[in-house]
């Protein structure tokens, strides 16, 4: 009964380098949400996908972030070029429906902590 | 102003008191309402979904007010396990979508 399930737990990357950050979701879910939340702060919502479809990236940065969540295999989030504020803790959630169920809650992985030296 | 807003804390108090945190949202077409537990360096997890005729769950209550968009968490004999900090999240119809929006949390500390 595998819950969300992300990787690495811990990342640690020089400036400019990349990062690339996975989501598997719960079994039977299809829905897919990123968070990016800062040391002593809420969790910020970063994008919204689907199976192949972006749904709502108002929340992540415009430039060096791409998510994408393919037919086959986990969702990826990817930072270019990371700079030393990309450090945070990145978390992700998966649900069952997007607007059926509204008091469905989202379920969240164990999270990627991104550290950029 | 914030979508959701919540006193940071923290609160510290011994074991066996009664603690109260508020949230307050501004978008009036919000329309679900939960808290959410994080412990230190760990995920959130749903506390508990709070409706508007209010629900317990043991030592927890939570209440809302959709008039005032005021919500409330209440721990009743707090437990040095209670230590965490308290999610208050909205759903908001967005765009087709229901959008979390998370407030930032307020800090709990039990001490014996």
């Known amino acids: 009964n595998a819950g969300v399930m992300q990787n690495p737990r811990h990342l640690v990357r020089r400036r400019g380098q990349e990062a690339r950050l996975r989501c598997s979701p719960m079994?039977?879910?299809?829905?897919v949400y990123w968070y990016r939340q800062l040391p002593e702060e809420g969790l910020k919502f970063m994008v919204y996908?689907?199976?192949?479809?972006?749904?709502?990236e108002s929340g992540m940065p415009k430039e060096r972030f791409s998510a994408e969540f393919p037919k086959e295999g986990p969702s990826i989030l990817r930072i270019q070029q990371v700079v030393r504020g990309d450090s945070a803790a990145y978390f992700c959630?998966?649900?069952?429906?997007?607007?059926?169920?509204?008091?469905?809650?989202?379920?969240f992985g164990d999270g990627t902590r991104l550290s950029i030296l | 102003r914030k979508e959701v807003e919540q006193d940071p804390g923290p609160f510290n108090v011994p074991e066996g008191a009664t603690v109260a945190f508020n949230c307050t949202y501004s978008?009036?077409?919000?329309?679900?309402f939960f808290w959410y537990r994080q412990d230190c360096r760990k995920e959130p997890k749903l506390l508990m979904s709070v409706y508007s005729s209010g629900n317990e769950d043991g030592r927890f209550t939570a209440q809302l007010n959709r008039a005032s968009q005021y919500i409330s968490l209440l721990i009743r004999d707090s437990k040095l396990s209670d230590s965490a900090t308290y999610l208050c999240?909205?759903?908001?119809?967005?765009?087709?979508?229901?959008?979390?929006?998370f407030g930032a949390g307020t800090r709990l500390a039990v001490h014996p």
């Open positions: 959630a998966s649900s069952q429906y997007d607007r059926a169920a509204i008091n469905q809650p989202q379920h």
């Open positions: 996908l689907q199976k192949e479809n972006i749904i709502d």
């Open positions: 978008n009036s077409a919000s329309q679900s």
């Open positions: 999240v909205v759903i908001l119809p967005t765009g087709g979508y229901n959008k979390l929006i």
């Open positions: 079994k039977g879910h299809s829905h």
